[in-house]
């Protein structure tokens, strides 16, 4: 079946640091990636995707790259903000077995940005 | 515009009792999901509704909870004879089609559900 692992946190960084959060996942077919963020107290939000290799999705100066080579997809900022404290999800999207387009979530990482 | 909307936003209930969790989508969307998500983990899928039907159930852990989406709008995700296992947060989302390619998930802040 379908997983998704990503780097265990919580990730702390000063302001103005380069983020990385490395996203790693297993699929059975030809999965959409996807990299969600939660903002405390609120729903998740979608952050960027992308559907086939190579793409390099973007939001809100964050970036993922599919690199279907290394069945990766990391999600880099370079220069981050207090406001960019939250726990961010990566996950899947896959038809299984040819059925409906399930997401597949990791645990998600807290990041902790410091002033 | 409104987004996804989830009632409660907290519920507690007594181990052996039946709750009802509802969703309320963006509306026009005809895909809507139910997730749990355990502290320390991301959501876990439940169900998949396409309309008024359950496209997906996969996810269901057992007999006990049970969604239905009678008007293909509002859902209402039931757990019968809950279990303190059950504790969560409920996340609801929905999408405009649920189609290929894979489209955006729209979702709601959760319920969380405490089982004593």
């Known amino acids: 079946g379908n997983s998704v692992t990503q780097m265990e946190g919580p990730v702390t960084l000063s302001e103005e640091a380069f983020l990385t959060i490395n996203c790693t996942y297993t699929?059975?077919?030809?999965?959409?990636l996807f990299w969600y963020v939660q903002y405390p107290g609120e729903g998740l939000q979608l952050l960027l995707k992308?559907?086939?290799?190579?793409d390099k999705g973007s939001n809100k100066g964050f970036e993922a790259t599919y690199r279907k080579e290394t069945t990766s997809f990391h999600l880099e900022k370079g220069s981050v903000q207090v406001s960019d404290s939250a726990v961010y999800f990566c996950?899947?999207?896959?038809?299984?077995?040819?059925?409906?387009?399930?997401?597949?979530f990791g645990r998600g990482t807290s990041l902790i940005v410091h002033p | 515009g409104a987004g996804v909307s989830q009632t409660p936003s907290n519920k507690v209930t007594e181990k052996g009792k039946y709750v009802e969790l509802r969703c309320d989508p963006i509306?026009?969307?005809?895909?809507l999901y139910w997730y749990r998500q355990s502290l320390g983990q991301g959501p876990e899928f439940l169900i998949y509704?396409?309309?008024?039907?359950?496209?997906?159930d996969s996810g269901l852990p057992n007999d006990r909870f049970f969604a239905v989406r009678p008007e293909g709008s509002v859902s209402t995700l039931k757990i019968q004879r809950t279990e303190r296992g059950d504790s969560a947060v409920y996340l609801c989302?929905?999408?405009?089609?649920?189609?290929?390619?894979?489209?955006?998930?729209?979702f709601g802040p959760g319920t969380r559900l405490t089982v004593l």
């Open positions: 989302a929905s999408s405009a089609t649920g189609d290929r390619p894979p489209d955006t998930q729209y």
């Open positions: 699929a059975t077919g030809y999965p959409s």
């Open positions: 992308a559907t086939k290799a190579d």
């Open positions: 996950a899947l999207s896959d038809r299984e077995g040819g059925g409906s387009y399930i997401p597949t």
């Open positions: 509306s026009g969307h005809t895909a």
């Open positions: 509704f396409q309309g008024t039907g359950a496209a997906d």
